[in-house]
């Protein structure tokens, strides 16, 4: 099951975007590690401008992000656990040179099995790069928010586009201009949701590593994984 971001700008006028000030990061009830696989070879400038406005915008969420900057193909970063992708806690997104869809409005997919779990997500490079939202946005800022919004995906679940907020299914030009000015932001509701999820997740997987280190295994026969299914339009 996929979960895709429509981008669709009617009317689009010139707008500074105001950075943030700098201010203490919040002491998050929630950690959360994301491995970023740079295989598009975007600009780490833009990487760090993208990282600033993830950081912030799951801030406000009580979500304390670590973003891992895992390289790009044939240069990918050894000594940090990039690969160690873990639900809920580890969660992994690919920035992907080509469309990946056909609509040049769709921007980013994350990948759900049966229940609603998942940590992978793919965000599409070529469509971003050139899209009418430039106009408004910085391309990292741009790329900041489709991270959190495919994030949002594997942390909320089936069901969590939203009628207002990071999480709508279409961005306007009133969420670019919100987006621009910091306040984009996850509903009070899905802050709840997303780490009342993470949470449970946690605990359940605590316990089954637990049981496993004890000699008690799945009916399977291992530790229950969560498992990813190919996307669908």
């Known amino acids: 099951m996929s979960r895709k971001i429509l981008l669709l700008t009617a009317v689009l006028g010139s707008l500074l975007g105001q950075a943030t000030a700098a201010r203490p990061r919040r002491v998050g009830a929630v950690s959360l590690t994301v491995s970023v696989f740079n295989d598009a070879e975007i600009p780490i400038s833009v990487l760090r401008t993208a990282r600033v406005r993830a950081e912030a915008v799951f801030d406000e969420a009580g979500i304390a992000l670590t973003w891992l900057d895992c390289g790009t193909p044939g240069h990918r970063v050894a000594d940090i656990d990039c690969p160690a992708i873990t639900y809920p806690t580890h969660l992994s997104v690919r920035l992907a040179k080509g469309r990946g869809h056909r609509s040049e409005d769709i921007f980013g997919v994350s990948f759900l099995d049966h229940r609603g779990q998942g940590n992978y997500a793919s965000v599409y ?50 969420d670019l201009k919100k987006a621009a000015r910091g306040t984009l932001l996850f509903t009070s509701s899905q802050v709840e949701r997303m780490q009342a999820r993470y949470l449970s997740a946690s605990l359940q997987r605590s316990t089954a590593v637990s049981r496993a280190n004890n000699g008690y295994l799945s009916p399977s026969g291992s530790p229950s994984m969560v498992g990813l299914i190919p996307p669908s339009e």
């Open 125 to 174: 490079m070529t469509p971003l790069a050139s899209s009418k939202a430039l106009g408004v946005l910085s391309e990292g800022e741009l790329l900041g928010y489709v991270i959190v919004h495919e994030l949002g995906h594997l942390l909320l679940g089936k069901n969590s586009h939203s009628p207002e907020g990071v999480m709508r299914p279409v961005w306007q030009f009133e």
